[in-house]
């Protein structure tokens, strides 16, 4: 199948509440041109240099999603473009992304990565320290606007911790838009769901999921 094949099968299975991040970490131009020419506007991507090349390469309507882990040094590259950082694991972060967005004018979207994983590897925030972010930090960001959240679950083949973890991050989802952010309105995005969850990741309520492999081929080396 091509990518753009790929894509077609994978937006008519998601209907129209779910939105599809294309991952097109590690490939080429050509890939995502491909995927462009087939309507595809919102691309994934997880080095901030990588990203910004392919953002300079590429049509401008192209909405550029971080999700990867990103260093503090390098959120200046992609601050004038960003359309939306999945991956903000630490108050650190979420400060540097509001002083850059302030250089460049702008407000930043942004989602909370929440750790739900039972992996030493996963980057993300805990529920205390997410709530404590919401409830101490955030009202003086005045360039960043708090859109929702994301995370991983455990790469694992048993789906029933894969759904335990999912749930568990909607509930917080849940929680924080009756509670800390009940008056924002934008606060909607939980971003959940890969290549080999997502269909789990949709019933446990995600309404973004981030597909790589499944649109573009197995990738060389993993990150
Ligand atoms: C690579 C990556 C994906 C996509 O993974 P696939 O298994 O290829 O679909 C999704 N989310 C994050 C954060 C990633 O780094």
Same mark, same amino acid.
């Given at each position: 199948?091509?990518?753009?094949?790929?894509?077609? #099968?994978?937006?008519?299975?998601? /209907? &129209? =509440?779910?939105?599809?991040?294309?991952? !097109? $970490?590690?490939?080429?131009?050509?890939?995502?041109?491909?995927?462009?020419? #087939?309507?595809?506007?919102?691309? /994934? &991507? =997880?080095?901030?240099?990588?990203?910004? !090349? $392919?953002?300079?390469?590429?049509?401008?309507?192209?909405?550029?999603?971080?999700?990867?882990?990103?260093?503090?040094?390098?959120?200046?590259?992609?601050?004038?473009?960003?359309?939306?950082?999945?991956?903000?694991?630490?108050?650190?972060?979420?400060?540097?992304?509001?002083?850059?967005?302030?250089?460049?004018?702008?407000?930043?979207?942004?989602?909370?990565?929440?750790?739900?994983?039972?992996?030493?590897?996963?980057?993300?925030?805990?529920?205390?320290?997410?709530?404590?972010?919401?409830?101490?930090?955030?009202?003086?960001?005045?360039?960043?606007?708090?859109?929702?959240?994301?995370?991983?679950?455990?790469?694992?083949?048993?789906?029933?911790?894969?759904?335990?973890?999912?749930?568990?991050?909607?509930?917080?989802?849940?929680?924080?838009?009756?509670?800390?952010?009940?008056?924002?309105?934008?606060?909607?995005?939980?971003?959940?769901?890969?290549?080999?969850?997502?269909?789990?990741?949709?019933?446990?309520?995600?309404?973004?999921?981030?597909?790589?492999?499944?649109?573009?081929?197995?990738?060389?080396?993993?990150?």
């Amino acid at each position: 199948m091509s990518i753009s094949d790929n894509l077609s #099968a994978y937006k008519s299975q998601i /209907g &129209e =509440n779910v939105t599809l991040v294309a991952v !097109s $970490k590690t490939k080429p131009i050509e890939d995502l041109q491909e995927a462009y020419d #087939a309507g595809q506007r919102v691309f /994934g &991507e =997880n080095k901030a240099q990588e990203m910004t !090349s $392919k953002y300079e390469a590429l049509p401008k309507d192209i909405q550029w999603h971080m999700i990867g882990h990103l260093q503090r040094n390098k959120v200046k590259y992609i601050a004038p473009y960003v359309s939306l950082i999945h991956s903000v694991d630490s108050v650190r972060l979420l400060k540097e992304i509001d002083k850059e967005a302030k250089k460049n004018n702008r407000i930043i979207d942004c989602l909370l990565q929440i750790y739900i994983a039972k992996e030493e590897s996963k980057f993300g925030l805990d529920e205390i320290e997410t709530i404590d972010l919401l409830e101490n930090i955030l009202p003086d960001l005045k360039n960043i606007q708090l859109v929702g959240l994301m995370g991983m679950a455990t790469n694992t083949e048993n789906n029933k911790t894969i759904e335990n973890e999912f749930k568990e991050l909607y509930e917080l989802f849940k929680y924080i838009k009756t509670n800390q952010l009940k008056t924002s309105s934008n606060f909607q995005i939980l971003s959940m769901g890969m290549s080999g969850d997502y269909s789990l990741a949709i019933s446990c309520g995600s309404n973004m999921i981030r597909i790589g492999s499944a649109i573009f081929g197995s990738r060389n080396y993993t990150n």
